[in-house]
């Protein structure tokens, strides 16, 4: 059988429990840090930043464990529902792609060029 993956980290449930804690995000991370500390994971500010904007969407165990015990939640309301979309699905990847495309590309020359001629265009009159 092949492993399945865990549902990825909700971002703003974390951040909604910290602020209805009254917590900084350094107060969390360096409780969290000193429980995760004795496993040999390091875990700091950055970290959990990175958690609440959903850039780390899957953390070890261990860090989620302690982020419940800190922020006092249930493990399972710190993730997100399986019938919510995902942010990473093909369709928005696609779409990121396409807009990219679309966007005007500047060659370093023509700007040169293009302010070049300005610059002269003015001094004429």
């Known amino acids: 059988m092949g492993k399945t993956s865990a549902p990825p980290l909700d971002g703003e449930a974390i951040r909604s429990a910290r602020h209805a804690k009254f917590m900084t995000q350094a107060e969390v991370a360096g409780r969290v840090a000193e429980q995760c500390a004795a496993d040999g994971i390091k875990f700091d500010r950055s970290g959990l930043s990175m958690i609440e904007n959903g850039t780390v969407k899957r953390p070890s165990l261990k860090v989620v464990r302690s982020l419940a ?3 006092e939640l249930d493990p399972a309301e710190m993730f997100k529902a399986e019938d919510d979309p995902d942010e990473d699905d093909d369709e928005s990847e696609a779409a990121l792609a396409a807009q990219k495309k679309a966007a005007p590309r500047w060659n370093r020359g023509d700007r040169k060029g ?12």
């Open 69 to 71: 015990a800190v922020l």
């Open 114 to 125: 293009h302010a070049r001629q300005r610059i002269t265009e003015g001094t004429r009159k």
